[in-house]
């Protein structure tokens, strides 16, 4: 089976500035997840979706990130204005929602720079 | 979700056995321990997960004690390519809205194959 698809694989951009990343996740499974990797950390949880509406965005810096899932397939995470501690790599994840049998599969993630 | 404490980093050399420690002293009886890794510049991957049994699968096993009180990850002959950092995650117990279904990611640990 295909695996999770990110794009872009890199983005530089100044800071202020806007940038969006997409995800399309595993054909039929119905929860993504965003996650930020800053260097040298773990994934942290951003934001949870199953289908097309939202189950946790508790961690999402509300004022500058966006997120949706239109359709409850393809998926796209918005920054703006952004910062310089924005600088990470972004993960997209998606799941069969039928226990914990296998997990997760992430994507290869976006690196975003932010100078 | 429960807390785990696993080391900074450890060390192998190539063809000989790894084993990854885990210690989660606050486990409840309806935990599972899930092992995840991340390879350079890739999302996390599943590896393996168990209760209370110790699990087999085709890249590693995962030993866990008899008071559940820590796990070991066992890759039996490494290689090169297992260099990444490991990740030791108790989920919540999977509820049937499936809201929790989420894992969160500590710092791991990274292991570096020598060859």
């Known amino acids: 089976e295909a695996g999770v698809a990110q794009s872009p694989r890199y983005k530089i951009i100044e800071k202020r500035q806007s940038v969006a990343f997409w995800c399309n996740p595993i054909?039929?499974?119905?929860?993504l997840y965003w996650y930020q990797q800053i260097l040298g950390q773990g994934p942290k949880l951003l934001i949870q979706?199953?289908?097309?509406?939202?189950?946790?965005d508790s961690q999402l810096p509300k004022d500058r990130f966006s997120a949706e899932r239109l359709k409850g397939v393809d998926s796209t995470l918005k920054i703006q204005p952004a910062k310089l501690e924005d600088s990470a790599v972004y993960l997209c994840a998606s799941s069969l929602l039928t226990g914990w049998n296998y997990g997760y599969t992430f994507g290869s993630g976006t690196r975003l720079t932010v100078v | 979700d429960a807390k785990t404490t696993q080391p900074n980093s450890m060390e192998s050399n190539e063809e000989e056995p790894v084993h990854l420690p885990c210690n989660h002293s606050t486990i409840s009886g309806t935990d599972y321990i899930h092992w995840y890794r991340q390879l350079p510049s890739q999302g996390p991957e599943y590896v393996i997960h168990?209760?209370?049994s110790n699990v087999n699968n085709r890249m590693a096993s995962l030993a866990i004690a008899e008071d559940r009180k820590s796990s070991t990850l066992i890759l039996h002959r490494a290689t090169l390519r297992d260099a990444a950092v490991y990740y030791c995650i108790l989920p919540p117990p999977f509820n049937s809205g499936g809201s929790n279904y989420k894992l969160t990611f500590g710092k791991g640990t990274l292991l570096t194959v020598n060859p």
């Open positions: 168990g209760l209370t």
């Open positions: 054909s039929g499974h119905a929860t």
């Open positions: 979706f199953q289908n097309n509406g939202v189950v946790d």
